[in-house]
T-cell receptor
Framework: AQSVTQLDSHVSVSEGTPVLLRCNYSSSYSPSLFWYVQHPNKGLQLLLK??????LVKGINGFEAEFKKSETSFHLTKPSAHMSDAAEYFCVVNRNTGFQKLVFGTGTRLLVSP | DSGVTQTPKHLITATGQRVTLRCSPR?????VYWYQQSLDQGLQFLIQYYNGEERAKGNILERFSAQQFPDLHSELNLSSLELGDSALYFCASSVDTGFNSPLHFGNGTRLTVT
């Protein structure tokens, strides 16, 4: 069965420093992987998606993620954090088994200090 | 703005009552999904509709039901409400049911059962 594990429940960085949010996946099939961001009292917004094309995926707001099959990882990175990046981030895997059913990770809360 | 509209934003009701949550998908999207987000369970997939037909079921209780209407809006009905049903309910839509089609989320309905 497909699943994702977000290795950190909280990540704290200073503004201007790099961001790394870790995600490992488990999938019996070639997966589709997504990162979503949720700001307080808001819905989830798609940051980026991997769909078996390029392994390095660029998303919105300067985020990118690299699909590494050998490591079953899909970590999210950003070179320089902004205060506005403070939010909850979800790694998501999609079942490629006939119908779409997203499986969400437990989320990583990113805290950005001045 | 994702283009997905959910009403109402907040709902406070008593145990044993019944409520209806409404969702209008993005223009052109045929598929609608319902998710429940709570502190202890995280994001849980409830049910999916495509062009008026139920396509997939997740962890949806028998007390809950949903439907998608010919104009593609969807309603989630929650009955015999319990305290544990208090959560944020999200609707999402996608253009189709393809694995690579990202979901676009509304801002959610916060349900409080007292």
């Amino acid at each position: 069965a497909q699943s994702v594990t977000q290795l950190d429940s909280h990540v704290s960085v200073s503004e201007g420093t790099p961001v790394l949010l870790r995600c490992n996946y488990s999938s019996s099939y070639s997966p589709s992987l997504f990162w979503y961001v949720q700001h307080p009292n808001k819905g989830l917004q798609l940051l980026l998606k991997y769909t078996s094309a390029a392994t390095l995926v660029k998303g919105i707001n300067g985020f990118e993620a690299e699909f590494k099959k050998s490591e079953t990882s899909f970590h999210l990175t950003k070179p320089s954090a902004h205060m506005s990046d403070a939010a909850e981030y979800f790694c998501v895997v999609n079942r490629n088994t006939g119908f779409q059913k997203l499986v969400f990770g437990t989320g990583t809360r990113l805290l950005v200090s001045p | 703005d994702s283009g997905v509209t959910q009403t109402p934003k907040h709902l406070i009701t008593a145990t044993g009552q019944r409520v209806t949550l409404r969702c209008s998908p993005r223009s052109g999207d045929l598929s609608v999904y319902w998710y429940q987000q709570s502190l202890d369970q995280g994001l849980q997939f409830l049910i999916q509709y495509y062009n008026g037909e139920e396509r997939a079921k997740g962890n949806i209780l028998e007390r809950f039901s949903a439907q998608q209407f010919p104009d593609l809006h969807s309603e989630l009905n929650l009955s015999s409400l319990e305290l544990g049903d208090s959560a944020l309910y999200f609707c999402a839509s996608s253009v189709d049911t393809g694995f690579n089609s990202p979901l676009h989320f509304g801002n959610g309905t916060r349900l409080t059962v007292t």
